[in-house]
Nanobody, 125 residues
Framework: QVQLVESGGGLVQAGGSLRLSCAASGHTFGSYIMGWFRQAPGLEREFVAGITWGGGSTDYADSVKDRFTISRDNGRKTVYLQMNSLKPEDTAVYYC??????????????????WGQGTQVTVSS
């Protein structure tokens, strides 16, 4: 069992930056693929970014490529999402998730086994 706790959300102006963190409990964090998803009001939860066990492979949604960077520190059992050049359309609740079954980053919510409670990111224009 893994518990995930996100932090770092908040209110920022367009063009600004935020760094989200997701702290995990459990002994096998290093064996999970980790992902970030987001959900805006009235919309489905969507993939943002994912990273493999050792951090050697990452994947991003087209809407955030070149603006967001996912990374992980297995020693600290933490995954990060650095968000730069934020836009109002990035406003959403951001969730981190852990996938214990796949061999590569997956973009569907059903691939992930554990979820955090989410952190709100609001970008004002």
């Amino acid at each position: 069992q893994v518990q995930l706790v996100e932090s770092g959300g908040g209110l920022v102006q367009a063009g600004g930056s935020l760094r989200l963190s997701c702290a995990a409990s459990g002994h096998t964090f290093g064996s999970y693929i980790m992902g970030w998803f987001r959900q805006a009001p009235g919309l489905e939860r969507e993939f943002v970014a994912g990273i493999t066990w050792g951090g050697g492979s990452t994947d991003y949604a087209d809407s955030v490529k070149d603006r967001f960077t996912i990374s992980r520190d297995n020693g600290r059992k933490t995954v990060y999402l650095q968000m730069n050049s934020l836009k109002p359309e990035d406003t959403a609740v951001y969730y981190c998730a852990a996938d214990r079954r796949s061999n590569s980053v997956q973009k569907t919510t059903t691939a992930y086994d554990y979820w955090g409670q989410g952190t709100q990111v609001t970008v004002s224009s």
